[in-house]
């Protein structure tokens, strides 16, 4: 069975443009999560689907965030205009939902690096 | 004060020895709890989750003690292999999302 897979695995980009991030989840998991790991910071949560719904969007930085889920299968991530401090590891996890309090396990892509000249 | 907070590490420890790793966490309502393992460069990895009555698989030992927010691993007999950073995770209080701590960093050496 595939993983969570994310593309690009790296993407340099110069301050001002624009980037969109992608990521599959496993199949049939209707959880999928976006994180972020700044060099030397913890991972940091930006939201949460639930199908093709916004969950928990309370992370997200700011408005040059715009996440999507379009027929609840896989997400983009776009940063527009991209900013220096945006460089790090964005990570796409997806889980199977199994109640409304246990989320099941976390499975990672191998995340997305962000390099932003 | 930070969610989840962790030993800060790194632990250089040679092979065969035993060591722990503790985690506290800030939310009382906080509903489940996970080591996760993280190799350099790469994405984490689901080690284990922890219960209340405490778990065991193989040499890895978990704790939780939920009246003082305190959350545990154990390594026994430590392998070149488990080099790698870990990291506490707990769910908030909607038991919907994870929280990460900043993760600490074990190194085995021969």
Sequence with gaps: ???????????????GQTVT???????????????RR????EIKFLLHFVKESKQDESGM???????ERTGGTYSTLKVQPAELEDSGVYFCASSQLRSWTDPGELFFGEGSRLTVL | R????????PFNVPEGATVAFNCTYSNSASQSFFWYRQDCRKEPKLLMSVYSSGNEDGRFTAQLNRASQYISLLIRDSKLSDSATYLCVVTNNYGQNFVFGPGTRLSVLP
């Design chain 1, 21 to 35: 991030l992608r990521c599959d989840p496993i199949s049939g998991h209707d959880n999928l999560y976006w994180y």
């Design chain 2, 2 to 9: 930070k969610e989840v907070e962790q030993d800060p590490g």
């Design chain 1, 1 to 15: 069975e595939a993983g969570v897979t994310q593309f690009p695995s790296h993407s340099v980009i110069e301050k």
């Design chain 1, 38 to 41: 700044v060099m030397g910071k």
């Design chain 1, 61 to 67: 930085p700011n408005n040059r965030f715009l996440a």
